[in-house]
């Protein structure tokens, strides 16, 4: 069974069995929001099932981010009358050209969506989309905030804000370590700093996957990512023809380590050509 979870007045968060997604909810007075829809029209029902149990307002979707376990179920909202999908440009940018390779991802978890045959199948992309600026969405008596801090987990992170509670998506992860598939390991260091320093106006931080956090715990993870950068910079300087030197040294699991290096590599040689 699915379990809400209060984190602030109006403010829930919904972790759907087998999975260890963070789904949002927040609660107006006209409308609610919901954050992340899961990884497929398995678990976007259950997420729909669990929204109804608390409210029958009219649904807008947020996606935090274009990784398919935060919005391969959209088609359910879709399907189910909801016409408000958003997102920052980057993620939509990203699901419209890219999202269909990540199918591959849940050929175990939602075959259907996997195979792409069946009921709710199809890729919803975000229609409603966030900048640079923040955007101010409202609910009726309650208003939240959309905002971007810049790159980090992947190029498009969308923050939501409300009166007591900050969801940030896999910007923040607890019980595991970060994501780096397609992160920006130096701009995320300072994104979590950021994200550390808003600490006084939320009572609640709630990460894409784990438990809520503390800011103490945002900034210790900002600063083991800057000190792994450090140290992963000073390996491939030492060792330049085998980065991978540099993976028994730095603070996160094998994998992860070693898609820090690459994205690292990748980052750099990135900004060397747009030199
Ligand atoms: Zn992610």
Redesign the pocket.
Known sequence: MSRWREVGKDNYVLVTEGSLLNTGLVVGSERAMVIDTGGGPRQGREILEAVRQKTNLPLVIVNT?A?Y??FFGNAVFAAADVTEFWAHQNCAKEITQRGDLQRRYVATLEPEMSAGEGKDVELVAPNVIVKDQPVLVDLGDLTVTLFYLGRG??DGDLLVGTPTTLYV??LVEQGNHP?FEDSYPEEWADVLRHISALRHRYEFLIP?HGEPCSDKFVKTMANTMTTAVRQARQSIRDTPNDATKAIPVLPYGPEQSRWFIKRLQENWRGSLNAR
């Open positions: 981010h990784h376990d935060h987990h992947t998506g896999d994501s894409g």
